[in-house]
């Protein structure tokens, strides 16, 4: 119940396409949902949160679209490019404690130019 | 502004010897947190820590894996009786009470 399932484990994209993460949780006492993005020898960043008031999230080219029914978020990259090739994490909190992290497996990120 | 700061960045030590690993927090924030990336599990919570409150040690894999906090700052995580299944980057992170967590780059630990 304590797990957050992140799909696809890679992804490969062309330069200014659309870049999709998906997520998928069980505990509903999770109340925050942040993406971290993370670069090699990097510490996770965050790029973008969504609390379970609203459905949707943007900011820049990143949106966050949030399905509270179906327990479910993901992450949307419009015109991806090659410096967005990361690794992105989704995870989950409880509002007791927004910091207390459950991390999804990551997704690897190839933005092709 | 000065981030998160971990050190030592990379450390290799022999199986059986204790380590320790130290963090900086952004200067004011109250809340600091370990976590650790490794291959097989991710990135895992370790343990919290919020002004004077007991720790939440509830992530902590094993009585070898301990931390402290001085002051509300500067925080140590020390692994003893190392194993090489404890090869792994140590992050800590800090925040404001209850907001965005930042993290340190991170320390490198390979148990050989």
């Known amino acids: 119940q304590q797990q957050v399932k992140q799909s696809p484990q890679s992804l490969i994209v062309q330069k200014g396409g659309i870049s999709i993460i998906n997520c998928a949780y069980e505990n509903t006492a999770f109340d925050y949902f942040p993406w971290y993005q993370q670069f090699p020898g990097k510490g996770p960043a965050l790029l973008i949160a969504i609390r379970p008031d609203v459905s949707e999230k943007k900011e820049g080219r990143f949106t966050i679209s949030f399905n509270k029914s179906a327990k479910q978020f993901s992450l949307h990259i419009m015109d991806s490019q090659p410096g967005d090739s990361a690794t992105y994490f989704c995870a989950a909190s409880p509002a007791s404690n927004t910091g207390k992290l459950i991390f999804g497996q990551g997704t690897t990120l190839q933005v092709k130019p | 502004g000065a981030g998160v700061s971990q050190s030592p960045s990379n450390k290799v030590t022999e199986k059986g010897k204790d380590v320790e690993l130290r963090c900086d927090p952004i200067?004011?924030?109250?809340?600091l947190y370990w976590y650790r990336q490794s291959l097989g599990q991710g990135l895992e919570f370790l343990i919290y820590f919020q002004g004077n409150s007991a720790p939440d040690k509830s992530g902590l894999p094993s009585d070898r894996f301990s931390a402290e906090r001085t002051g509300g700052s500067v925080s140590t995580l020390t692994i003893q009786r190392t194993q090489q299944e404890d090869s792994a980057v140590y992050l800590c992170?800090?925040?404001?009470?209850?907001?965005?967590?930042?993290f340190g780059e991170g320390s490198w630990l390979t148990v050989v």
């Open positions: 992170a800090s925040s404001p009470q209850g907001n965005t967590i930042y």
């Open positions: 200067s004011g924030h109250t809340a």
